[in-house]
């Protein structure tokens, strides 16, 4: 059976403003330098204000014949034009930031020049003397050579694509043949590989021919699980090797590069450039905190906006194609103020959470030890500054603070808590900087266990169990200790 009844319901829901002005506090610089450009580009009723106002003779000063009090309230749809003209309103259309300077004008970012990876490879194939359908063949194998510089497919595969796509029959042989003596002769060396193994030899043989490399060639080629697998007594008896010569192999194979298609720099690459949303200097023994000027434009109302409000305000016969234009205007206008106010508000959001946080790891930031960070997570800011906890996080989302130690994340700072022998809470920031510690200082004949790690932070006033030790040496990407063993 339906039945209507009346329910109150509180909901809370945020305006368009206010999820625009969220947007707006996670961008980080460079990103919030587009979506001024791209706000300024869409209305026309904001200006940057750089030009020179000198000789500009405002009107609405307080120098000025025109008097807001003495005006006649203009009914056009309720507009009150004195609510845009007003001298009061006039200075809160700018943001000001003392550390701007013309230096900062400069924003694109550059771009680097040269010939993609895969069309420097195609020149190449430029010297070598090939048939039509050899050279099909080979530019094909180029094709197929992913952005390490290898070909992760088997042969045969490579065959039948040809004949499908190409429609070039050939056989396993003649594209192994090409592959080898063509494709693997291209610079830089090791690229066409199908393999790791293959790579590391055809990078030794393209050298002048040495005693540790021709042995380095031999054990790749007869031993090479041995090799990756750290395996050095295996190797030592299998080819009655000194560990001086072992050594010797070692190193040659090291500065062989096992990626060799990223190591080339032509690529048509946006170099990445990390542009600081925060300074922090220390200043006769206390923190400073200054917000980026990139992120602090100086803004207002264009100067023709406010011309063509006195214009209509001034005219005494008001036709039907000025009040379009004024309604159009107010809008603009409405849209101007409220862009810039949110501009003041996400840089007023930004110092104070950042301050927080300055302050909270104070020790850090005035000494640099990583070990002084404290635990901390969002809620604590959130709690000080009293924010909302997404707020936070969208303030410390992307953006980066150039400190004397470095340019940081802002993310880095937080980390949850552990408690030590003594029961106080330490930052797990503090445990894997004592972790990569202990690995270092390792004797690295005799690489240390998860299980020795952690018995050793435990005796150091830290316990945690073997898997947590394994979790935290994953993510400082330090391997197992087998891989990390040497001569």
């Given at each position: 059976?339906l039945?209507?009844?009346?329910h109150q319901?509180?909901?809370?829901?945020?305006?368009?403003?206010?999820?625009q002005?969220m947007?707006?506090i996670?961008l980080?610089?460079q990103?919030f330098e587009e979506?001024l450009k791209?706000?300024i580009?869409?209305?026309?009723a904001l200006?940057?204000?750089?030009?020179e106002n000198?000789?500009f003779?405002?009107p609405?000063?307080n120098d000025s014949?025109?008097?807001?009090?003495g005006n006649e309230k203009?009914e056009?749809d309720?507009i009150?034009?004195?609510?845009y003209?007003s001298d009061?309103?006039?200075?809160?259309y700018k943001t000001?930031a003392?550390?701007?300077?013309?230096?900062?004008?400069?924003?694109?970012?550059?771009?680097?020049a040269?010939?993609?990876?895969?069309?420097?490879l195609?020149n190449?194939?430029?010297?070598?003397?090939?048939?039509?359908n050899?050279?099909?063949i080979?530019e094909?194998l180029?094709?197929?050579i992913?952005?390490?510089?290898y070909i992760?497919?088997e042969i045969?595969d490579?065959?039948?694509?040809?004949?499908?796509?190409?429609n070039?029959f050939t056989?396993e042989?003649?594209v192994?043949e090409?592959l080898?003596?063509?494709v693997?002769?291209?610079?830089p060396?090791?690229v066409?590989?199908?393999?790791?193994?293959?790579?590391?030899?055809?990078q030794?043989?393209?050298?002048?021919e040495?005693?540790?490399r021709t042995?380095?060639?031999?054990i790749?080629?007869d031993s090479?699980?041995?090799?990756?697998?750290?395996h050095y007594?295996k190797?030592?008896?299998?080819f009655n090797?000194t560990e001086e010569?072992?050594?010797?192999?070692?190193?040659?194979?090291?500065?062989?590069?096992?990626?060799?298609?990223?190591?080339y720099d032509?690529?048509?690459?946006i170099?990445e450039?990390i542009?600081?949303?925060?300074?922090?200097?220390i200043?006769?023994?206390?923190?400073?905190?200054?917000l980026?000027a990139?992120?602090?434009?100086e803004?207002?109302?264009s100067?023709?906006?406010?011309?063509?409000l006195?214009?209509y305000?001034d005219s005494?016969?008001?036709?039907?194609?000025?009040k379009?234009?004024?309604?159009?205007?107010?809008?603009?206008?409405d849209?101007?103020?409220?862009?810039i106010d949110?501009?003041?508000?996400r840089?007023?959001t930004?110092?104070?959470?950042?301050n927080?946080?300055?302050h909270?790891?104070?020790e850090?930031?005035?000494?640099?030890?990583e070990?002084?960070l404290?635990?901390?997570?969002?809620?604590?800011?959130?709690?000080?500054?009293?924010m909302?906890?997404?707020?936070?996080?969208?303030?410390?989302?992307?953006?980066?603070?150039?400190?004397?130690?470095?340019?940081?994340?802002i993310?880095e700072?937080f980390s949850?808590?552990?408690k030590n022998?003594q029961?106080?809470?330490?930052?797990?920031?503090?445990?894997k900087?004592?972790?990569?510690?202990?690995i270092?200082?390792?004797?690295?004949?005799?690489?240390?266990?998860?299980e020795k790690?952690?018995?050793?932070?435990?005796?150091k006033?830290?316990?945690i169990a073997r898997r947590?030790?394994?979790?935290y040496r994953?993510?400082?990407?330090?391997?197992?200790a087998r891989?990390?063993?040497?001569?």
């Amino acid at each position: 059976m339906l039945k209507q009844s009346l329910h109150q319901k509180l909901l809370q829901k945020l305006s368009p403003q206010q999820i625009q002005l969220m947007k707006m506090i996670q961008l980080p610089t460079q990103a919030f330098e587009e979506r001024l450009k791209q706000e300024i580009e869409e209305n026309p009723a904001l200006d940057t204000g750089k030009e020179e106002n000198d000789n500009f003779d405002d009107p609405y000063s307080n120098d000025s014949e025109y008097d807001d009090s003495g005006n006649e309230k203009i009914e056009t749809d309720d507009i009150n034009i004195d609510e845009y003209l007003s001298d009061d309103e006039y200075p809160s259309y700018k943001t000001q930031a003392n550390n701007y300077s013309s230096d900062d004008d400069d924003k694109q970012v550059p771009y680097a020049a040269g010939t993609s990876f895969h069309q420097s490879l195609k020149n190449q194939l430029n010297t070598f003397r090939m048939d039509e359908n050899e050279r099909a063949i080979a530019e094909f194998l180029v094709g197929s050579i992913d952005d390490s510089g290898y070909i992760r497919r088997e042969i045969i595969d490579l065959v039948d694509d040809l004949a499908f796509t190409q429609n070039i029959f050939t056989d396993e042989e003649k594209v192994l043949e090409i592959l080898t003596k063509v494709v693997q002769k291209l610079d830089p060396i090791g690229v066409g590989a199908l393999n790791l193994k293959d790579c590391l030899i055809i990078q030794l043989k393209a050298k002048s021919e040495k005693e540790c490399r021709t042995l380095a060639i031999k054990i790749l080629e007869d031993s090479f699980d041995h090799f990756v697998k750290k395996h050095y007594k295996k190797l030592l008896e299998k080819f009655n090797l000194t560990e001086e010569k072992l050594k010797e192999v070692v190193s040659e194979i090291s500065k062989l590069n096992p990626k060799p298609g990223s190591s080339y720099d032509g690529n048509n690459k946006i170099a990445e450039q990390i542009v600081p949303d925060f300074t922090i200097r220390i200043i006769e023994g206390n923190l400073e905190l200054t917000l980026n000027a990139r992120n602090a434009p100086e803004l207002k109302v264009s100067r023709e906006y406010n011309n063509m409000l006195k214009g209509y305000q001034d005219s005494k016969d008001k036709t039907k194609a000025q009040k379009d234009a004024v309604m159009f205007i107010k809008q603009k206008l409405d849209a101007a103020k409220w862009f810039i106010d949110a501009i003041k508000q996400r840089q007023q959001t930004l110092l104070i959470t950042m301050n927080s946080i300055m302050h909270y790891q104070q020790e850090y930031f005035l000494t640099g030890d990583e070990r002084k960070l404290r635990p901390m997570i969002l809620k604590d800011i959130a709690d000080e500054i009293n924010m909302d906890v997404s707020t936070v996080s969208r303030v410390a989302n992307s953006k980066y603070v150039s400190t004397p130690y470095g340019t940081k994340l802002i993310k880095e700072f937080f980390s949850e808590s552990m408690k030590n022998d003594q029961g106080e809470d330490v930052s797990t920031r503090e445990i894997k900087k004592i972790l990569e510690t202990v690995i270092l200082e390792e004797d690295k004949k005799k690489p240390l266990t998860d299980e020795k790690l952690s018995k050793l932070l435990k005796e150091k006033g830290y316990p945690i169990a073997r898997r947590t030790v394994a979790k935290y040496r994953e993510q400082l990407d330090i391997p197992v200790a087998r891989l990390r063993k040497e001569i």
